[in-house]
């Protein structure tokens, strides 16, 4: 029996559906409604016509960059495989769809209903009973969140004053850990996170738990007037599935950037971007990967820029001899000064003293963040261990920013 169609939603107009071919199963077809304005595509990489788009054996990226992984995945299939015949990522987009990150929403109907239960973020940050926070969070709002990534997370909705409440989407993502496979990892984001706003890097707001078990990160694709902007991210860019998230430059990203985000925001674009990455090689950050980098745009039509970072935190403190999640210059080993110069300079176009100068606020932002990891060992003394690995990686990043590398003529 054929499945119904999923709708498409391009903020709260209608813009196509998507529907398993009758002739291949496992190909996905996606439909514009006729008439949708061309500003109402569902993305750059997709734009209006009236022929069909299709996708042998799963979604097209832009549809599957959502789809939930991980915990959250394994929760959600748990929970429905049984009831959905032959469950698959149509399925699994078909529940998530109403709540999702960016502006696309899904739903069998052809009105569109979001309204996400609420959820009192103090008492997230201030919880202190022996339950497990988290997995009644997982329980409540697994099918509201439509969001990616393998560390376990939810999107809730902040709770407001009855008279206030107009906002009926999510407001915030909810992040949470195995402490046993990765010790404080909360801190370590949070940690990493005001590194790299100190070092001028556009990051969201993020707040940590007093139990330092759950990390609450703003939505930086929800305007002040409840607006939820377009995100791609460079998965979806380069017409790539998930699993090639980790396949790519960072050069290619660049060429990406300059392809898609406006010409009045492109410099500040390249700038944004080589701080991204060179931060990332400071802090040995190994999961800046493709879809760790996205682009924002009210719709496609109009102004794009890049997102400010997010998922930021020191992967070497988990895998000693961790690399980096593409190549740049054509290795994945943590490169040194001279070849973060040449990067910038290829990137930016800046001279060698604009580029060193990049490089400096790189230091300053990881000096920051080591200042950090220390009050929070001064704040909890278990986490000493934690403070001085970090801090040896973020030392070591320093140093290699700092010191060009030498070469030594081998004697006669």
Do not use: W
Not at 76 to 88: G, H, M, N, V, Y
Not at 294 to 307: C, D, K, M
Not at 379 to 395: P, S
Request: net charge neutral; charged share 25%; hydrophobic share 40%.
């Amino acid at each position: 029996m054929k499945k119904p169609p999923l709708h498409v939603f391009a903020g709260s107009r209608l813009a196509g559906s998507l529907t398993h071919s009758d002739r291949e199963l496992d190909t996905i077809l996606f439909d514009y409604r006729q008439g949708t304005r061309t500003e109402d595509a569902v993305s750059v990489t997709t734009p209006v016509r009236a022929d069909q788009y299709d996708s042998m054996a799963g979604l097209l990226p832009i549809f599957e960059m959502n789809l939930p992984e991980g915990v959250l995945k394994d929760r959600l299939r748990l929970q429905f495989a049984k009831t959905i015949p032959e469950f698959d990522d149509l399925d699994l987009l078909s529940i998530v769809g109403a709540s999702q990150i960016g502006r696309l929403r899904y739903a069998h109907q052809e009105q569109l209903s979001e309204n996400v239960p609420t959820q009192d973020l103090a008492e997230i940050l201030t919880y202190k009973g022996s339950a497990d926070l988290f997995a009644y969070l997982l329980e409540r709002f697994a099918t509201y969140s439509g969001i990616s990534g393998m560390q376990p997370k939810v999107l809730v909705r902040e709770i407001a004053l009855p008279e206030k409440i107009t906002q009926r989407g999510a407001t915030h993502i909810v992040k949470s850990f195995d402490p046993r496979e990765f010790p404080e990892l909360a801190a370590n984001e949070l940690v990493c996170t005001r590194g790299a706003a100190a070092a001028g890097i556009e990051t969201a707001r993020a707040q940590m738990s007093e139990n330092r078990r759950v990390l609450i990160v703003d939505r930086f694709d929800l305007t002040e007037d409840g607006v939820y902007l377009g995100t791609e991210d460079f998965c979806v860019l380069n017409g790539r599935r998930a699993h090639g998230r980790y396949d790519g430059s960072y050069e290619n990203i660049a060429k990406r950037i300059t392809d898609y985000v406006t010409a009045n925001k492109l410099a500040a674009a390249r700038e944004q971007f080589v701080l991204m990455v060179a931060y990332a090689c400071a802090i040995e950050n190994g999961d800046a990967h493709l879809k760790n980098f996205s682009v924002l745009y009210t719709h496609p039509e109009g102004e794009i820029r890049l997102a400010p970072a997010y998922d930021l935190v020191c992967t070497s403190l988990y895998i000693p001899r961790d690399k980096l999640a593409l190549t740049l210059n054509g290795s994945k080993d943590y490169p040194d000064r001279l070849h973060l110069l040449k990067f910038i300079r290829h990137v930016t176009g800046k001279s060698e003293r604009a580029a060193a100068g990049i490089i400096e606020q790189v230091i300053v932002g990881v000096e920051v963040a080591i200042a950090e990891a220390r009050c929070h060992a001064r704040r909890h003394a278990d986490a000493a261990e934690f403070t001085a690995k970090i801090t040896a990686v973020m030392k070591r990043g320093i140093a290699r920013l700092s010191e060009p590398k030498t070469t030594h003529r081998a004697s006669a």
